[in-house]
Nanobody
Framework: QVQLVESGGGLVPAGGSLRLSCVAS????????MRWYRQAPGNQREWVAT???????NYTNSVKGRFTISRDNAKNTMFLQMNSLKPEDTAVYYC???????????WGQGTQVTVSS
């Protein structure tokens, strides 16, 4: 059974930092394209960042230079380091594992990030 479990969310003041983790079981993260998404109240879920199997990374414009996505293969864990947080970063953050070869996509349950102004 595949499980993705996010953690590391919380309440921080504007300008603060958080590090989100996504621990995987049942799949090998390095064999999947991994992404972080977020969903704010009343909004659609939006893509935040991607790390490919070759560790290529990409970010939505609003987080470039502030967020860093990474992966620890030994721990089968993905991270999102979030610095210089803004109130508009407030959302539930979800990790996603996507394997187009197997045509499978998996989601975690989400972790709440709240940035106070």
């Amino acid at each position: 059974q595949v499980q993705l479990v996010e953690s590391g969310g919380g309440l921080v003041p504007a300008g603060g930092s958080l590090r989100l983790s996504c621990v995987a079981s049942g799949i090998i993260l390095s064999r999947n394209t991994m992404r972080w998404y977020r969903q704010a109240p009343g909004n659609q879920r939006e893509w935040v960042a991607t790390i490919t199997t070759l560790r290529s990374t990409n970010y939505t414009n609003s987080v470039k230079g502030r967020f860093t996505i990474s992966r620890d293969n030994a721990k089968n864990t993905m991270f999102l380091q979030m610095n210089s947080l803004k109130p508009e970063d407030t959302a539930v953050y979800y990790c996603n594992a996507d394997n187009p070869i197997l045509n499978m996509s998996y989601w975690g349950q989400g972790t709440q990030v709240t940035v106070s102004s």
